[in-house]
């Protein structure tokens, strides 16, 4: 059968939305979403509702990538990755276990050698584990 279109476009997704929307003007649901310091200036019950929305997305079936510098933000990802600059190389390393307990410790508290910053980083993965829940009155 003849091509119904001669001149594809090359840089086209060749994979087919599982789910096409029949609305046109329907607003656009994407399989993956890239926040870069969302929680900027955000604290206490709007950023565990923000937490909460993010594991939301995830939940949906997206992708969502957060870069952070947050501890309570960090812990409640799925994967946990650093990612260095130096000597004009960028280092990506995916960290899990004692690794991740000690990065988030360090986020919270500069260094990973404090105890009461150890104590916080497994507690926050604790909640992560439990589920997280917007306060009472938050979106």
């Given at each position: 059968?003849?091509?119904?279109?001669?001149?594809?476009?090359?840089?086209?997704?060749?994979t087919?939305?599982?789910?096409?929307?029949?609305?046109?003007?329907?607003?656009?649901?994407?399989?993956?979403?890239?926040?870069?310091?969302?929680?900027?200036?955000?604290?206490?019950?709007?950023?565990?509702?923000l937490?909460?929305?993010?594991?939301?997305?995830?939940?949906?079936?997206?992708?969502v990538?957060?870069?952070?510098?947050?501890?309570?933000?960090?812990?409640?990802?799925?994967?946990?990755?650093?990612?260095?600059?130096?000597?004009?190389?960028?280092?990506?390393?995916?960290?899990?276990?004692?690794?991740?307990?000690?990065?988030?410790?360090?986020?919270?508290?500069?260094?990973?050698r404090?105890?009461?910053a150890?104590?916080?980083?497994?507690?926050?993965?604790?909640?992560?584990?439990?589920?997280?829940?917007?306060?009472?009155?938050?979106?």
């Amino acid at each position: 059968s003849p091509n119904p279109n001669p001149n594809p476009d090359p840089n086209a997704d060749p994979t087919p939305n599982p789910n096409p929307d029949p609305n046109p003007n329907a607003k656009p649901n994407p399989r993956v979403v890239f926040y870069d310091e969302i929680d900027a200036h955000v604290g206490g019950a709007a950023a565990a509702a923000l937490g909460a929305t993010l594991r939301a997305q995830a939940a949906a079936g997206r992708q969502v990538i957060v870069i952070t510098h947050s501890a309570p933000l960090a812990a409640l990802a799925d994967q946990h990755f650093v990612v260095r600059k130096a000597s004009g190389a960028i280092d990506v390393e995916r960290v899990e276990g004692p690794r991740r307990e000690g990065e988030l410790a360090r986020m919270a508290a500069g260094h990973d050698r404090d105890e009461a910053a150890l104590a916080l980083a497994r507690s926050l993965l604790a909640k992560r584990e439990q589920g997280v829940r917007a306060p009472e009155g938050q979106p």
